[in-house]
């Protein structure tokens, strides 16, 4: 190697390196504008879930959301000829199918036959915060500690204003909470896994048609059992929880998190339960106290902390 060859190696090997700045960044933008799309979904699913217990049974309301989410992901399946997972994955979708399929879904809806959506949306706001714990034992993710930071506060804002609206008292319906969260955040951790080897929208394809069996023979139980009335109201919920929230919302949000890491991901949806307030006083009349924008204010500083935290 000669001197001149010496002393222009530093140049020759920045070139490569700022080059690839630009499509680095532009993923990290479109996974977070993916994920972001996915919040907006899941921040509809509680006032489509009361819509539709207005008119359908809880376990019902499940069984056929689950059924119709499964048909839309298997048509899409079969008519692109996506051939069957590897073996090594069966597993995984397991636990997304359990998480996120049939968990979350089962257990949100018996909350919401007695509480409201306004602090359901609040209790939940505290999965970003279950989902990096789950991601960090799952997948080995180390976040910063100004991430952690960042996250615990915005957890201890839900937390706050969970607490100011039920008066420090915890109900059978915060109980069923609880429970989804860390089965959520599951299925979630899992999924944003999956994700980086196969589409995101093939993760949650595979999981809703690993569910249909049992969700056929839910259906076929509960329906026995069950007022079911399909109204305007009720109608829109289904159709909405099936493919807006359960088929559509998780192909976006498995691709964000494959593109952007499940930790910040998953921080995104702190603003979700202030967004589900939103559509709560709009969409139900729900009234909307003045904690809820204090709330909000803290919650977006911290979206934008964890978002900027180097992991």
């Known amino acids: 190697m000669t001197a001149q060859d010496s002393a ?59 059924v119709l989410s499964a048909l839309i992901a298997g048509g899409a399946l079969l008519a692109l000829r996506v ?68 996250a615990l506060a915005g957890a201890a804002a839900v937390i706050a204003f969970t607490v100011q609206q039920s008066g420090g008292a915890l109900s059978t319906a915060d109980l069923y909470l609880f429970a989804a969260l860390l089965i959520c955040a599951a299925g979630y951790t899992e999924g944003g896994r999956l994700a980086r080897e196969m589409p995101g929208w ?19 139980v509960a329906l026995r059992h069950e007022p079911f009335q399909l109204t305007g109201h009720s109608t829109t919920g289904l159709l909405y929880s099936a493919i807006g929230s359960q088929f559509l919302g998780l192909v976006v949000w498995y691709r964000g998190m494959a593109m952007i890491g499940v930790p910040k991901a998953s921080q995104l949806q702190l603003a979700q339960p202030l967004l589900t307030l939103v559509w709560s006083v709009f969409l139900l009349g729900e009234h909307l106290t003045i904690a809820a924008p204090l709330t909000a204010a803290a919650v977006l500083v911290c979206i934008a902390v964890t978002q900027r935290a180097r992991s």
Not at 202 to 220: E, F, K, T
């Open 83 to 150: 051939p069957l997972p590897a073996r090594r994955h069966w597993a995984g979708l397991a636990v997304v199918g359990a998480g996120v399929v049939i968990g979350f879904p089962l257990l949100t809806t018996l909350a919401l036959q007695t509480s409201t959506t306004a602090h359901a949306a609040v209790v939940v706001g505290l999965l970003p915060l279950t989902t990096a714990v789950f991601s960090v034992l799952r997948t080995g993710a180390r976040p910063s500690r100004t991430f952690w930071v960042a």
């Open 202 to 220: 093939q993760v949650i394809g595979w999981a809703l048609v690993l569910c249909l069996p049992l969700a056929v023979a839910g259906a076929a």
């Open 8 to 66: 222009t190696l530093p140049s020759r090997i920045a070139v490569p390196t700022a080059s690839t700045a630009g499509p680095q960044h532009s993923s990290r933008r479109t996974g977070t504008v993916m994920a972001a799309l996915g919040v907006i979904a899941f921040s509809l699913t509680f006032p489509s879930t009361a819509w539709g217990l207005e008119g359908i049974g809880p376990w019902s309301f499940v069984a056929l959301r689950g």
